[in-house]
């Protein structure tokens, strides 16, 4: 199986910016199978929410529209680690942020939607944007 780690997480003020990375580690045969990786965040009391997938065979990137333009994601097949630079923080984006790794299996709704299998989820990095 696939361990996903995260890190980067923080305080900051309004308009400042944090780098998240995320780890993906495990036997070679489980990491090869990964096709997409993601962001998702969840504010609490809140639902959870896609904000950034890359497609890790090819460059394809997609974003929620909140975050478009602010944030990037990134993937480095080398080291199997997925990045999310996000410039510009507001408020409202502070939520748990988590990792997420999906195969080809499983449900496939789109690449932010909640509902896509994504097989193998991080334990979250926590980031708090002060006004």
């Known amino acids: 199986q696939v361990q996903l780690v995260e890190s980067g997480g923080g305080s900051v003020q309004a308009g400042g910016s944090l780098r998240l990375s995320c780890i993906a580690s495990?036997?070679?045969?489980?990491?090869?199978?990964?096709?997409?990786m993601a962001w998702f965040r969840q504010a609490p009391g809140g639902q959870r929410e896609g904000v950034a997938t890359t497609y890790t065979r090819g460059t394809n990137t997609y974003y929620t529209d909140s975050v478009r333009g602010r944030f990037t994601v990134s993937h480095d097949s080398a080291t199997n680690t997925l990045y999310l630079q996000m410039n510009s923080l507001k408020p409202a984006d502070t939520a748990m942020y988590y990792c997420?790794?999906?195969?080809?299996?499983?449900?496939?709704?789109?690449?932010?939607?909640?509902?896509?299998?994504?097989?193998?989820w991080g334990q979250g990095t926590q980031v708090t944007v002060s006004s």
């Open positions: 495990g036997p070679w045969e489980y990491t090869h199978a990964i096709r997409y």
């Open positions: 997420a790794a999906r195969t080809t299996a499983g449900t496939w709704n789109g690449p932010l939607d909640p509902t896509t299998t994504f097989v193998y």
